[in-house]
């Protein structure tokens, strides 16, 4: 396993290394069980810009946050993220968060947001330290001290959002990050996430299935089919607002049409 | 316990019913004592042999305590170095369950011979006893780790080291505990098996010398303090397991 926690520990303890550039993909191919997912993929992402990812299941959203995040290698093209593309270096710099919460059961709320400090190598005390006012911040206090058992799935995926802005890595990937939640409680993460990016600005590529979803939360909206990009759309609506205005917005209801339509 | 007492109840009968049929046809039948001894007269023997039992438990609880606690550190060490070394494990696990053909009652004399009559060669006969479930348990228990958590942990920093101590070692201590329950029934026995090799004390010892003197109340009044420690060790484990492994649902186990 080539991951080493030394070097990253440094990167967090110290001020933040300048990272002007975003992400980039150039003619990215990777080849699973003999089919093409990724067939070509060019992708860029500028610092602190917000894209969104979507596409049929199986359209390859999931193979290409592993590429991007350094946990797998393409066949054949060029990855970089912030201007590096060793895969050790891309591990460094992107923080996944995965479909499943995937929440350590044995550590309580506050320990799993503070897990990537953890890792880094502060001790547990301060890991807590500075995820409590995260927790305060984001509508978590009170259940500082619970097993993820008694988390809500809501309340779970909250947290493991704060575990990985607490990684406080220049990239965050989200592969779908409210995918097992029911609509109601997705509609109330959607606009605590929009909420949370506001106040912890970062570069986010956010995989869903969920044309709205990713509309609502995005500048850009890439579709991804047959293994590359096969439509882009900049989202010029304004974001703010009430969800129902937002969506029942003519613009927005016209380009979530339009996505849909490249998507099929 | 989360269920209170009530489960305890079915085979605390059946047991109490067991020793009630059997104190009955024992006397029924006048089976003399020397053959079959009835549960009062493996009472009054405990009570009687009080002193000595006494002496002879406490040798043996010793024996029994720290060969467990020695199997379940060796255990450990040798699951944690296969863990980490494809090879090791690759070489060495065939050869544990080799190891574990050999019956432990002809090593035991063999241990005797080399440790000499003291405590020594009990503790190595308890732990060869006890160390197998154990490691077989843990390193399955380490290898089947969720290659999520995994992949999740390398993406927030985790180095090979912070991934064992926070998700593979935490992951696997259900399975460890499974292993280390089924260890704790087998350690009693192995006490006993080092003390019929060579000893001056102990259970084990004190059935050796009851047996030519067809003592056989005072053999089964050292079987059953022998059970009710085998028992007590379990139950020290499965409090164990409640208190380090409070994430579990529910032990499913008694």
């Given at each position: 396993m080539p991951a080493k926690g030394a070097g990253l520990s440094q990167l967090l303890l110290k001020p933040k290394i300048p990272t002007l550039r975003g992400v980039a993909a150039e003619g990215v191919v990777r080849v699973l069980r003999g089919r093409r997912v990724l067939d070509g993929l060019d992708l860029q992402v500028p610092f602190a810009g917000r894209v969104g990812i979507v596409g049929r299941s199986g359209a390859g959203k999931s193979t290409l946050l592993s590429l991007l995040a350094g946990l797998d290698e393409p066949d054949a093209g060029r990855i970089s993220v912030a201007g590096t593309s060793a895969p050790h270096d891309r591990l460094a710099f992107c923080a996944l968060m995965p479909?499943?919460?995937?929440?350590?059961?044995?550590?309580s709320a506050l320990d799993n947001a503070g897990l990537a400090l953890e890792n880094a190598g502060l001790p547990r005390r301060e890991a807590r330290r500075r995820a409590a006012p995260l927790f305060e911040r984001l509508g978590l206090a009170g259940s500082e001290r619970l097993l993820p058992a008694k988390l809500s799935g809501g309340m779970r995926q909250r947290v493991a959002f704060l575990r990985t802005l607490l990684a406080d890595k220049p990239v965050m990937l989200l592969d779908e990050p409210f995918g097992a939640l029911d609509a109601i409680t997705r509609a109330e993460l959607q606009q605590w996430l929009s909420d949370a990016l506001a106040v912890e600005p970062r570069t986010v590529l956010l995989v869903t299935h969920d044309v709205e979803e990713a509309l609502l939360l995005c500048e850009r909206v890439l579709v991804l089919a047959e293994g590359r990009i096969a439509a882009e759309f900049h989202v010029n609506v304004p974001h703010d607002g009430p969800r129902r205005a937002v969506v029942t917005n003519p613009a927005f209801v016209h380009l979530r049409e339009q996505a849909l339509e490249a998507i099929e | 316990m989360r269920q209170g007492l009530g489960r305890w109840w079915p085979p605390l009968a059946l047991l109490a019913g067991a020793v009630g049929v059997w104190e009955v046809v024992v006397r029924a039948a006048h089976v003399p004592d020397y053959l079959f001894p009835a549960p009062s007269s493996v009472v009054s023997s405990l009570h009687r042999d009080g002193s000595l039992l006494a002496s002879a438990t406490l040798v043996t609880l010793r024996e029994i305590a720290l060969g467990y606690l020695l199997a379940v550190a060796i255990a450990l060490a040798i699951a944690v170095v296969l863990h980490f070394s494809e090879a090791l494990r690759r070489a060495l696990l065939p050869l544990l369950v080799l190891s574990q053909t050999v019956p432990t009652v002809l090593l035991a004399p063999i241990l005797a011979i080399l440790l000499g009559y003291g405590i020594a060669p009990k503790l190595v006969v308890v732990a060869v006893v006890c160390f197998f479930p154990i490691v077989v348990n843990a390193v399955d228990g380490l290898r089947s780790a969720d290659p999520e958590l995994v992949r999740m942990m390398r993406t927030l920093h985790g180095g090979r080291l912070a991934i064992f101590h926070r998700v593979e070692l935490p992951g696997a201590l259900p399975a460890i505990f499974s292993g280390a329950r089924i260890a704790a029934t087998y350690a009693a026995v192995g006490a006993v098996f080092g003390e019929w090799a060579g000893s001056s004390s102990g259970l084990g010892f004190v059935i050796l010398q009851a047996q030519p003197a067809l003592d056989t109340a005072r053999i089964f009044a050292a079987v059953v303090i022998l059970s009710a420690l085998a028992l007590a060790l379990y139950a020290l484990v499965t409090l164990a397991e409640r208190v380090l492994v409070p994430w579990q649902p529910e032990a499913p186990h008694a």
């Open positions: 479909q499943r919460d995937c929440l350590l059961p044995w550590r | -």
